[in-house]
């Protein structure tokens, strides 16, 4: 079973850039699809990116797309979460994600703890 832990969140200004990591413990990275999520206070969780197992396909929501990058080293055990032009409306819970199966947006198994992302006007 796979550990995920969150970092890189913080406070930026309304145009700034942040990188959020997510390293994984327990197992093989290159085994896991892994995904970005997001939850805002009284909103519920959304989807954010994701990539699939060997880094050669991803997929974005459309309110990032153009603006987020994800990526990944299996060989680190790394997976980022580059994000540029960042909004106000991007402030949330910021969530890594992994499973095994399945394709890039269906449901995760395996959830981190969170970093916060706070972007001021």
């Known amino acids: 079973q796979v550990q995920l832990v969150e970092s890189g969140g913080g406070l930026v200004q309304a145009g700034g850039s942040l990188r959020l990591s997510c390293v994984a413990s327990?197992?093989?990275?290159?085994?896991?699809?892994m995904g970005w999520f997001r939850q805002a206070p009284g909103k519920a969780r959304e989807f954010v990116a994701a990539?699939?197992?060997?880094?050669?396909?991803?997929d974005y929501a459309d309110s990032v797309n153009g603006r987020f990058t994800i990526s990944r080293d299996n060989a680190k055990k790394t997976v980022y979460l580059q994000m540029n032009s960042l909004k106000p409306e991007d402030t949330a819970v910021y969530y890594c994600?992994?499973?095994?199966?399945?394709?890039?947006?269906?449901?995760?198994?395996?959830w981190g703890q969170g970093t916060q992302v706070t972007v001021s006007s």
């Open positions: 990539i699939d197992r060997n880094g050669g396909r991803t």
């Open positions: 327990g197992g093989t990275l290159s085994m896991y699809r």
């Open positions: 994600a992994a499973d095994s199966i399945g394709r890039l947006r269906d449901s995760y198994a395996y």
